[in-house]
């Protein structure tokens, strides 16, 4: 019987739950076809210098596999091309890499999914209000995309003003003090719109210190954000599943080391979340239903196969 393939799964941050449920989703699936894994994550959330050295210190240890996602745009690429010349396949998750860099992609339509959420936010306003947009790191290729996509929203919606804008990482701690800072600027705010969950609730926690209130949205579907649409202290966020996403990127990798055909790409179907629905999405991420391969391929909007 051969050996068990050995993958290297790379995270962004152990503070967005968004990446620990990516995590629990690459172990899912090793669990279920037999790998074994090590995750690789920067101590200091999305530190492109110490995703090198992790991917250099994984390099070190020859995996089978890289399942991958950067904390930057263009910044991994020489590291990558170490990966290359090392003859590691990789298979990428959330953001896109540079053409050519990965055997399989596993992704959703950030900027589709960032103006269905923009939509329901300013039609939940009677199209016209102050929003403040909080934005994920400048280098994050979902937060390019998701940007777009409230750009084009926002031309839909000419009543909109977007009242400030502010950078709070992707992480709850950042979101919460962008929020802050930009509270004292803003005599009306009628929404806060994020480009995810974990900073609509420090955006939250902001409004609540301050004593004042918004309409919240986000993107990510994490539990938290859930409690808060039952709770009625936000109004929608949108089921981008990292969890699915590094589950079905992981099982490409498998499937791939075993000599076996792989999508080139997949594209999940995303679903806006609120108190109309909310309640399917109320579980651990443990308990969270997962696809396999060959179900998101039945359901996904493109993909194609390269072999082995």
Same mark, same amino acid.
């Given at each position: ?7 290297? *799964? ?20 090793? !669990? ?25 210190? !994984?390099?070190?240890?020859? +995996?089978? =596999?890289? *399942? ?29 890499? &540079? ?41 994050? *290729?979902?937060?390019? $995309? ?30 919460? =003090?962008?929020?802050? &800072? ?8 009628? !929404?806060?719109? &994020? ?10 926690? %902001?409004? $609540?210190?301050?004593?004042?209130? &918004? ?9 938290? =954000? ?11 966020? %949108? ?23 792989? +999508?080139?790409?997949?594209?999940? +179907? ?11 999405? $109320? ?5 969270? +239903? ?5 179900? =998101? ?12």
């Amino acid at each position: 019987m051969s050996a068990a393939l050995r993958l290297a *799964v790379f995270t962004k941050n152990r503070s967005n739950p968004a990446y620990e449920a990516a995590r629990i989703g690459a172990e899912r699936a090793a !669990a279920r076809l037999g790998a074994t894994l090590r995750h690789y994550v920067p101590e200091t959330p999305d530190d492109a210098d110490q995703q090198i050295a992790l991917v250099h210190a !994984a390099l070190a240890e020859r +995996p089978d =596999a890289l *399942v991958f996602t950067a904390v930057h745009q263009t910044r991994l690429e020489p590291a990558l091309d170490a990966v290359r010349a090392a003859g590691i396949p990789v298979f990428s998750f959330v953001g896109r890499l &540079a053409p050519g860099r990965a055997v399989s992609h596993v992704g959703a339509d950030d900027a589709a999914l960032a103006a269905d959420v923009a939509r329901r936010l300013f039609a939940q306003l009677g199209g016209a209000g102050q929003v403040a947009i909080l934005e994920g790191p400048p280098g994050a *290729v979902t937060n390019t $995309d998701r940007l777009r996509g409230i750009a084009a929203a926002l031309a839909e919606f000419p009543g909109i003003a977007v009242a400030g804008r502010a950078t709070g990482l992707n992480l709850r701690g950042p979101g919460r =003090a962008a929020m802050a &800072a930009l509270l004292p600027r803003l005599p009306r705010l009628d !929404a806060v719109l &994020a480009v995810n969950d974990a900073m609509a609730l420090g955006a939250l926690e %902001a409004l $609540d210190e301050a004593g004042r209130r &918004a309409t919240i949205a986000g993107i990510n579907a994490i539990p938290e =954000a859930i409690r808060a649409i039952q709770a009625g202290r936000m109004l929608v966020t %949108a089921d981008f599943n990292a969890m699915a996403l590094c589950h079905l990127a992981t099982e490409c990798a498998i499937r791939h080391g075993r000599g076996e055909a792989v +999508p080139e790409e997949i594209e999940l +179907p995303v679903a806006l979340v609120d108190a109309a629905n909310c309640a399917a999405w $109320d579980l651990p991420y443990e308990d969270r +239903p997962l696809p396999t391969l060959a179900e =998101a391929l039945s359901s996904a909007a493109s993909s194609t196969p390269r072999p082995a």
